[in-house]
């Protein structure tokens, strides 16, 4: 973590800006990356381990900057599922009143300039589901690199 966390920290700054959103961002990929270290084999470098898809039910999380946006896309191999079906929840209800889940694809739903969902499948693999998610960078606050 260490070794890791300030380039990872400084990354994730420089898209999205200072505050408590990096700090929350950097601390989940790393809490992920503990939860799964010990299916690390040191068959190759830890960053290439961090960034592989594993069949066993982890997810796969890879963001870029493509034309001004940061596009983030998830891909898991848990049985076919279409997130963009669901419908949203009901949030006028009282929260004793409401279903449990629902309100992370609702945020991302609502602030994400664009959201798509596709199974991956025939390429002699088992079928993957992949969500992608952009938002344009026109409003982030820019910093200097630390």
Same mark, same amino acid.
Do not use: W
């Given at each position: 973590?260490?070794t890791?966390?300030?380039?990872?920290?400084r990354?994730?700054?420089?898209?999205?800006g200072w505050?408590?959103d990096a +700090?929350e961002i950097?601390?989940?990929?790393? !809490? +992920?990356?503990?939860?799964?270290y010990?299916?690390?084999?040191?068959?190759?470098?830890?960053?290439t381990w961090?960034?592989?898809e594993?069949?066993?039910?982890? !997810?796969l999380? +890879?963001a870029?900057?493509v034309?001004g946006?940061?596009? !983030?896309?998830?891909?898991d191999s848990? @049985?076919?599922?279409?997130p963009?079906?669901?419908?949203?929840p009901?949030?006028?209800l009282a929260l +004793?009143?409401?279903?449990?889940?629902?309100?992370?694809?609702?945020?991302v739903?609502?602030?994400?300039?664009?959201?798509?969902y596709r199974?991956?499948?025939?390429d002699?693999?088992p @079928?993957r589901?992949q969500?992608?998610?952009?938002?344009r960078?026109?409003?982030?606050?820019?910093h @200097?690199? @630390?």
């Open positions: 973590m260490q890791h966390q300030h380039r990872l920290y990354f994730i700054v420089k898209h999205i505050g408590t +700090e950097t601390q989940q990929a790393f !809490v +992920e990356a503990a939860q799964s010990a299916s690390f084999r040191g068959a190759s470098e830890l960053s961090l960034y592989h594993d069949p066993s039910g982890t !997810v999380v +890879e870029r900057i034309r946006a940061i596009c !983030v896309s998830l891909t848990a @049985p076919p599922f279409n963009l079906l669901v419908p949203e009901d949030t006028t +004793e009143e409401r279903q449990i889940g629902g309100l992370g694809l609702l945020f739903r609502r602030t994400a300039d664009r959201v798509k199974l991956l499948d025939g002699g693999r @079928p589901n969500v992608c998610f952009s938002k960078l026109h409003g982030a606050v820019q @200097p690199r @630390p």
